[in-house]
């Protein structure tokens, strides 16, 4: 089976949706079935050159959809975008471009069109999966419903999340099938309208990977000595997050531990806020913002070097990091909230906090003060992983998927 997934997003562009797509694309390839990509093109990266003795595509240039430029970069065309001057992390596609490429992609029979965001990408894998005559999948990555509220501030907040509810009903009725990450966001849909066949199908974990790491180099290259107490955030700097949230927290387990140290690894549009709230809030030497970390090597050190992995978000539709945290032995306090409830109803691997920054404080105070449950659940954490969250199961169940349709 051949799969042409498309998205407005993709690395560089660090987010869930970007780690999802790899995970998927490399595990669905060594299943036998390889998966190509239609993302944006970022500045810096170099733009695809065709290889020497490739078929021309007469209706293509620079960077088409030829064999050659699809081979460019692991079966990745990074289309043509602009600057969005209200989210300058992210891109916008060309459709124009994209309409050019329809010939050449035909001609690489896909058995289906797999769409991976809800922007300039539905559109356009719409328009190729009726030009190719295959089905289409889309996977629903985020609840838009509570995030416009967060950067459309000026706007009746009742209008926004009916129009966020009518956007999506509509777009997922356009498909013939909805991937989910969670069984909430799957009962969210259905309350929205959605109608069309959906299955749950979360991101797996590359276990291999989640091996390596190392705790103490992390720690030596940032200056943190080897007993500091460290708490760890992993994800986007943004309003949605609930970051507010953690600094409350933080604030109360500080004055039991004064030197608790909270580092939050990600950059995003809510940062200057936060630390612009950590002053007032007298905890600039209890918090250190980190930016991106590469994922294949300083990210897993710095998951490595905290004790606690604290996540507050009440959006998610998966909590993607919590895995990653859990795979690497280190136990979470979070919040069992829309997605993040999947992974923390079994209640294995860390501890789950009320919405309530004391109740919050009270359980992260738990592991740090108490070294043997913080070791059973850092054991328990890389067990429950490794048997339920693999990247093999997942993309066998998106395979199964895929041939339901087909």
Same mark, same amino acid.
């Given at each position: 089976m051949r799969v042409l997934m498309v998205s407005d997003v993709y690395f560089p562009r660090v987010n869930r949706v970007s780690t999802s797509i790899q995970t998927f694309r490399r595990d669905l390839a060594a299943l036998g079935h390889p998966v190509d990509l239609l993302a944006p093109h970022y500045p810096g990266l170099p733009r695809p050159r065709p290889r020497p003795n490739s078929d021309p595509d007469p209706d293509a240039d620079m960077g088409s959809a030829t064999d050659a430029s699809l081979g460019d970069e692991n079966g990745i065309l990074r289309v043509p975008s602009r600057y969005?001057? /209200?989210?300058?992390?992210? $891109?916008?596609?060309?459709? $124009?471009? #994209?309409?050019?490429?329809? =010939?050449?992609?035909?001609?690489?029979?896909?058995?289906?069109?797999? #769409?991976q965001t809800p922007f300039v990408a539905h559109a356009a894998g719409l328009r190729l999966a009726r030009a190719f005559g295959v089905p289409v999948v889309e996977t629903y990555h985020t609840h838009f419903e509570p995030y416009l509220g967060h950067y459309l501030p000026w706007l009746p907040a009742p209008g926004l999340r009916a129009a966020a509810r009518r956007f999506t009903r509509r777009q997922c009725n356009q498909v013939d099938a909805v991937v989910v990450p969670s069984t909430p966001m799957l009962k969210t849909l259905q309350g929205y309208g959605v109608d069309k066949p959906m299955r749950i199908i979360p991101t797996g974990l590359d276990l291999d990977r989640f091996r390596s790491g190392d705790g103490a180099r992390f720690r030596r290259a940032h200056g943190i000595a080897p007993q500091r107490p460290v708490l760890m955030h992993v994800?986007?700097?943004?309003?949605?997050?609930? #970051?507010?949230?953690?600094?409350?927290?933080?604030?109360?387990?500080?004055?039991?531990?004064?030197?608790?140290?909270?580092?939050?690894? %990600?950059?995003?549009?809510?940062?200057?806020?936060?630390?612009?709230?950590? !002053?007032?809030?007298?905890?600039?030497?209890?918090?250190?913002?980190?930016?991106?970390?590469?994922?294949?090597?300083?990210?897993?050190?710095?998951?490595?070097?905290?004790?606690?992995?604290? /996540?507050?978000?009440? @959006?998610? @539709?998966?909590?993607?990091?919590?895995?990653?945290?859990?795979?690497?032995?280190?136990?979470?306090?979070?919040?069992?909230?829309?997605?993040?409830?999947? #992974?923390?109803?079994?209640? $294995? %691997?860390?501890?789950?906090?009320?919405?309530?920054?004391?109740h919050f404080a009270q359980q992260v105070l738990r592991l740090l003060r108490e070294p043997d449950l913080r070791a059973a659940c850092a054991a328990?954490?890389?067990?429950?992983?490794?048997?339920?969250?693999?990247?093999? @199961?997942? =993309? !066998? $169940?998106?395979?199964?998927l895929y041939r339901s349709l087909v």
């Open positions: 969005l001057f /209200f989210d300058p992390e992210d $891109r916008m596609m060309s459709g $124009r471009f #994209i309409h050019r490429q329809v =010939a050449g992609l035909a001609r690489r029979n896909y058995d289906l069109v797999h #769409i994800g986007r700097v943004a309003h949605e997050k609930n #970051i507010d949230f953690l600094l409350q927290m933080l604030q109360r387990v500080q004055r039991e531990i004064p030197d608790v140290l909270l580092m939050i690894v %990600g950059e995003g549009p809510a940062q200057r806020h936060l630390e612009r709230l950590s !002053q007032r809030m007298g905890l600039q030497a209890n918090l250190r913002f980190l930016g991106y970390l590469d994922r294949d090597g300083e990210l897993l050190d710095c998951y490595r070097g905290g004790d606690v992995f604290v /996540f507050a978000s009440r @959006t998610e @539709t998966q909590g993607l990091v919590l895995l990653e945290a859990m795979a690497l032995g280190v136990p979470v306090v979070a919040l069992a909230e829309m997605g993040t409830r999947d #992974i923390l109803d079994a209640g $294995r %691997g860390g501890l789950v906090a009320r919405a309530e920054p004391e328990d954490a890389r067990d429950y992983v490794g048997a339920t969250w693999s990247g093999t @199961t997942s =993309a !066998q $169940r998106m395979l199964d």
